[in-house]
């Protein structure tokens, strides 16, 4: 950077200083500054300078996801000025698209326990209030899916969720929820899509600086105890009146804000052999015990999975910070072998523990909930990237299926949906509550199953084997890479683009679509599909809320409708052969 760049970089940090309300990051933004002037040290000056420019290379982006990233000074970064602004432009697009007819656009604004949280929802309901609206804050950190069903049981035209969800320590963002008069469609509740996302965005745009933006010091209301008893209330009414109660349970919120309110559920539901994971149970926006707070990350469940083993549990719940997804893990004797039992320690992962994939659980849920609907009585969703098992779920009980964007943003907008699902553990088991994935009730849903499986000597697995029986296996999986520097992920995509695969696991590649044509009547998304001879399916695309660049992967290999035990194991081995063959053709495809 030269010194007339950082000269001219100088005066915009100024100006935004004069601008940022916090004393805090107004004297961080200060000392960084001053150390970028002042370096000599060539390794420091490089960094402190990158990292200064980073700060100020533009606004942190306002789109479908809403806001996310890092907690620091800046525009770039989550802070209350840019919290600020952004529930300025938020209010005055709820003005603007509400009108003066009736009551002021009603807004209810939920947090989660990491940092920052409560201060940015106080915040954005102190800016709501004095912009006119009707306000309601959470009165305490609760998960996601309470704030989306707060949306809808209190007839609010927006919702605003103050979480990062399952990202590192170090970031945090803001979900916006659209409803009531400005949203009336099957989307109701839903979190934004285009073109809700722009029409914000410009407003936010057009917001002026933190400092400017006027507060209230109060007049908004709290919502008490009751909208969480009503959550309570309509999650447990989900609860399987048939199923004995027998189950045993280990679940961890991984130090979120769900282990309060799943363990009520259960609890409420008649489930008493429930084991909270002590060391993850209270929430700790540090998450110290697990390098990512999220179940897909390797490790993560590690702890619960050993409780599970040691205290001989039936099932694992492992919710992720927020809540609003659920992973299941349970022991699998095929795991045993896969893993060579004889030459591994005596763990919980060698003794057969493992964690069901999303595309399972959504299988499992997405026949559970099919079962009870009466044919041609509602759709079954999921994401271009899961499992295109939920398909042939839908038409045996003759259901409609829809295949959306990813997102529950895209899958709750579904015409009739009565479940939808996406691969990354997001699961609407009751659309007509909650307008987003839940899993909370997602896990009432499956401990329900389990249970009955139980009952009959039966796990989850011998569900999976039914469902394969009745529509072939259907094995999925995931490569991801992460990148330190986000510029590179365009580049790969684009090397990709010019220089796909041709073989994928000894199967030719007989169609590659690119998805930011606009395929299938969706809207144009980056992403590749590849198909092969053999029907093997990979989807490549940028991620959106982590730099990452992931492929989800798919094969499936015929079984016939009486196999037994034994001829489905060798099916799900000569599955996994080849799966792992393609995900080192990928491998090799994406330089990794």
Known sequence: MSVSELTELGAEVE??????????????????????????????????????????????????????????????????????????GLAAYLREAVGDAGHPPRIVVGYDARHNSRTFAVDSAAVFTAAGLDVVILDHALPTPVLAFAVRHLDADAGVMVTASHNPPADNGYKVYLGGRVVSDSGQGAQIVPPYDAGIAAHIDAAPGAVAVPRADAGWRTAGPGLLAAYLGAVGSLADDGAPRRLSIVATPLHGVGGAVLEQVLRAAGYHDVFMVPEQFEPDPDFPTVAFPNPEEPGAIDLALAYAQTLGADLVIANDPDADRCAIAVKDVRSVLDR???????????????????????????????????????????????SRLLARIAAAHGLSHAATLTGFKWISRVDGLVFGYEEALGYCVDPGQVRDKDGISAALRIVGLADRLKADGRTLIDALDDLARAHDLHLTDQLAARYADVSQIPVTMQTLRGAPPTLLGGSPVTELVD???????????????LLTADGTRVVVRPSGTEPKVKCYLEVIL???????????????????????????????????
């Open 558 to 592: 015929p079984v016939g409708e009486t196999a037994t035990h034994n001829e489905l194991t060798a099916v799900r081995h000569a599955a996994r052969t080849r799966l792992n063959a393609v995900i080192a053709d990928m491998s090799v495809a994406l330089g990794l």
């Open 340 to 386: 060579q039992r004889n030459t591994s320690p005596e763990t919980a992962i060698s003794e057969g523990w493992r964690m069901l994939h999303g595309d399972e659980v959504g299988a499992l849920l997405g026949e559970l909930v099919a079962s009870e609907q009466a044919p041609g009585s509602g759709a079954l969703a999921s994401s271009i990237v899961s």
């Open 15 to 88: 100006a935004w200083i004069a601008n940022d309300p916090d004393a805090r990051t107004r004297t961080e933004l200060t000392n960084l500054l001053q150390s970028a002037l002042d370096t000599v040290d060539d390794y420091r000056h490089d960094a402190i300078r990158a990292e200064l420019r980073d700060r100020f290379t533009g606004p942190l982006q306002f789109g479908t996801a809403g806001l996310r990233g890092r907690m620091a000074a800046g525009p770039n970064r989550m802070n209350r000025a840019v919290v600020i602004r952004a529930a300025a």
């Open 515 to 529: 998805l930011s044509d606009g395929v299938d009547g969706l809207p144009p998304t980056d992403g590749l599909r």
